[in-house]
C-alpha cells in the first residue's frame, strides 16, 4: 500500500508556472506506475499524465502535451508535474494516482489517491 500526499498548487497568472509534488509513502515506490488527474467543479476527472515505474515511459493528454512534463525522483519517492504556460481552463483540483499493474490515462485503473491539490489560473 502507499499513500500520497500532493503539494505546490496555488493561485498563477495566465502564462505562469507550477510544479506539482506528490511524496509517496513507503519503500515500494519503484513498483508503482503514476499518473496525475484533475478535476475542475462539475467536470469528470481527467488524465493529464502518466509515467512508467522506471520513468523513461512517459504519456500526455493532448491538451497538455507540450506543457505539461511528468517526472519521477526515485530516491526522493516522489513524482512531479511541471506545468507552463498556464491558461485558466487549467483551474482544477490537481491529483496524483499510483497502481502496481500498469500505466494508463484510465482513472479506474489507479488504486491509490492523494487528497489533491488546488490549481487556480487567473486571466
Known amino acids: 500500500q502507499v499513500q500520497l500526499v500532493e503539494s505546490g498548487g496555488g493561485l498563477v497568472q495566465a502564462g505562469g508556472s507550477l510544479r506539482l509534488s506528490c511524496a509517496a509513502s513507503?519503500?515500494?515506490?519503484?513498483?508503482?506506475?503514476m499518473g496525475w488527474f484533475r478535476q475542475a467543479p462539475g467536470k469528470e476527472r481527467d488524465f493529464l499524465a502518466a509515467?512508467?515505474?522506471?520513468?523513461?515511459?512517459?504519456s500526455y493528454a493532448d491538451s497538455v502535451k507540450g506543457r505539461f512534463t511528468i517526472s519521477r525522483d526515485v530516491a526522493k519517492n516522489t513524482v512531479y508535474l511541471h506545468m507552463n504556460s498556464l491558461k485558466p481552463e487549467d483551474t482544477a483540483v490537481y491529483y496524483c494516482a499510483a497502481n502496481l499493474k500498469y500505466s494508463s490515462s484510465y482513472a479506474y485503473a489507479y488504486d491509490y489517491w492523494g487528497q489533491g491539490t488546488q490549481v487556480t489560473v487567473s486571466s
Open positions: 513507503g519503500r515500494t515506490f519503484n513498483n508503482y506506475f
Open positions: 509515467i512508467s515505474r522506471s520513468g523513461f515511459s512517459t
